[in-house]
């Protein structure tokens, strides 16, 4: 009997590529979509690699969007869902010191409370069958704070809080939880993410230094194809892991900021030269930040 998975924001990136593999790996995979008149290209890629996604909209900002769609979704598969991968998500660049209320609790609505909506919608009937498996996608920020994006690695960094908890949890019902932590992917979302609403001018070096970080990771961008990869791995072993590292800059990252001190961490901000400042992150985690292709 073939694996029900539901994977959100498959409309692009992360979501379309997990969405489409693991079709390609026999999955009957339903995605989520805001909008069906705008899944034009989901529907071509899908086409092309030979598969069928089946489409549902829904906003997963909204609890009604969300209990309809799934109501729906769940009528076609007699109320089976044995994959969730939450994978819809927003950008948010900010420091703290600038950042509207508004702008933490929209991308806190949409990152962390539109999962929950989600996996409080397929939960009941893994319990009752238990087993069944939630695949969250977080973020290499969930994990170290990324300069000037204050509201999105808040929101990451509660994510990967839900996840850690939800996976003891669920554990009793035969349910796992695996966190995947991807670094930057080719995405539109960082197309969208352009903002930078520093009025003061006095964050001019963390915003650039964001800027440059992405212009890096841009340039070394991971196919978002290979984090769908890691998600069917994490549903498929026989030795799963609560979290799993992919992309670009990643486990590099993560791994650096657990070497680190606290006190390294807080000195490594108050370093004023830019060069200064790209050669101790180089130093500490691997990744050359004036690498841009």
Known sequence: MSTISVVTGANSGIGRATAIHLATQGHVVYGTVRSLD??????????????????????????????????????????????????????????????????????????????VRCLQQVLPGM?????GTIVN?????????????SPYVASKWAFEGLSEGLAQEV???????????????????????IDAPNQSGAYDPAYRRMFQ???????HATDPFEVGRVVHHAITTDQPQLRYAVSW????????????????????????????????FHAAFGTDLRDVG
């Open 213 to 219: 970080m992405y212009a890096a990771g841009l340039a």
């Open 137 to 149: 996608i977080t973020s290499v920020t969930g994990r170290i704070a990324a300069l000037a994006q």
């Open 38 to 115: 705008k899944a034009g290209k989901l529907r071509a890629m899908a086409a092309e690699a030979g598969v069928e996604i089946h489409l549902v909209e829904l906003d997963v900002a909204h609890d009604e969007s969300v209990r309809a769609g799934f109501q729906q979704l769940l009528a076609d598969t007699d109320g089976v869902v044995d994959v969730l991968v939450n994978n819809a998500g927003v950008g948010g660049n900010a420091v703290a010191e600038e950042c509207p209320t508004s702008l933490y609790l929209d991308v806190m609505n949409v990152n962390l409370c539109g999962a």
């Open 249 to 280: 800059g990643s486990q590099d990252m993560i791994d650096g900021r657990a070497e680190m001190t606290d006190e390294q961490w807080v000195s490594l901000g108050a370093i004023a030269d830019d060069d200064a400042y790209y050669d101790a």
């Open 171 to 193: 554990a009793p019902f035969g349910i796992r939880v695996a966190i995947v932590e991807p670094g930057v992917t080719k995405s539109a979302i960082f197309a969208k993410n």
């Open 127 to 131: 319990r009752a069958r238990r087993r």
